[in-house]
């Protein structure tokens, strides 16, 4: 693979007491190597997509296995001719990834499927489907069947569960997600409220290309990522898709003839108000 910078992201659910200590250090190691992207810390763990050149990927990918929490991580990664990033920060949150729901117990995940596996599931009429993106994510594309919970945010997930979702009900539930990091607290969340077979894609639908390169078309479409490529195909490769200029979110319309102008947010073509800010991973 000749494209210039390697984008790794990957993600661990572990215990970190004292991760606001991480932060420096990871700071000044990706900044000294070349490296933009975004990490996030809190106690419950690490949520990260980071671009370099590939020696500098390797160095830190070393780097990291020095820490035992941190040590033989799996990752997804992808390629690109440029940087995707305009900066390196490293966040400290109180989730890795925010539903907003206390005590939940994430021992209790859903059950993992893989690429190979995930089309004979879904082409099951017992099985709910569930997108647990965001609403802007889904219009861009989705598999087959998919429902969609129109939600603005994962806060908002847990909300419509209890809304749309029932135990007694719904006997098989199937979640889907970018790279598989929501569905590890979807999937729990419904494993908590008492489902019983609830399933998650591992790896999420960046994995699933990889694995299958879509070949039974169960996918439409294609799939927002959080950096400067905005989407990608099931080849991988970056996807032209026109984007507000504040907020990154997707639009169908040519985004020049309106969110250009100055004070002008995507509120004026029917998505949620940006506020002019950029969003975060």
Known sequence: MNKAYHIRAFY???????FMLLKKPFEDFCKSNNMKGTILLASEGINATVAAPSENIEKFWDYLGTYPAFKDMKFKESYNDKQPFEKMKVRLKNEIVRMGVEDLDLEKRGTYVKGADWDKLISDPEVVLVDT????????????????????DFRSFPKWVDENLNPAKHKKVAMFCTGGIRCEKSTALLKNKGFDEVYHLDGGILQYFEDTANKNKKWSGSCFVFDDRVAVGADLQPVKVAVCKHCTKPLDIDPATIVNQKGVSCEMVGLPACHLEKQEV
Request: glycine share 8%.
């Open 12 to 18: 661990r659910f572990t215990s970190l007491p004292n």
């Open 133 to 152: 993106r965001n609403d802007y994510e889904f219009l861009l594309g989705t598999f087959e069947g998919a429902v969609n919970p129109k939600t603005e």
